[in-house]
């Protein structure tokens, strides 16, 4: 069994947020895979399915993003998981618009969810980074992260959050890099 959490900040106001990307992902890989209708649990909201061979939950805490440790360290405990069965899928400023990479523990380059996350249980868990690009300053961070994707940017984020979704069985599967792989190739397609 295995835990996906995805970052954002609950409530409509926030829904089209860049920072909210964490929680689209999830929601399209729930939809792609006829995940369980949502349930609160965990001070989060959860979906259960299976990707493959395996049984995933899906939780978006609704703690907004500075404590989603709190649900994360919930759920986890739970299920009797650790670190190791834990995959959170994020914004990162520092890759390009679109890009997906997959790492294993790391730093945390500034992100509130990573940092509460890191509070409750360490660095040592899987992250899916969804780029979303650095305003080119860092007094425009805060409204960047903040904002909403512009309209012009709808059919590109609809793209790869689908082509995470479709290749999602390799996470499962545990092979981050065959996951990134195949994520650019059909982004590039």
Known sequence: MQIWAGLGNPGEKYRLHRHNVGFMALDTIAETYGFSPEKKQFKG???E?????EKVILLKPQTFMNKSGESV??????????????????DELDLAPMKVKVRDGGGLAG??????????LGPDFRRVRIGIGHPGHKDRVTGHVLGNYAKAEMDDLIHMLGV???????????????????VALRQSS
């Open 73 to 90: 360290r919930a759920a986890l405990d739970f299920y009797k998981l650790d670190a190791d069965d834990l995959t959170v899928f994020h």
């Open 164 to 182: 995470i979704a479709s290749e999602a069985e390799w996470l499962a599967d545990g092979d981050g890099p065959r996951f990134m792989n195949d």
């Open 111 to 120: 992100h509130n969810g990573l940092r509460s996350i890191n509070q409750h």
């Open 49 to 53: 399915g299976r990707i493959g061979r």
């Open 45 to 47: 909201i959860v979906r």
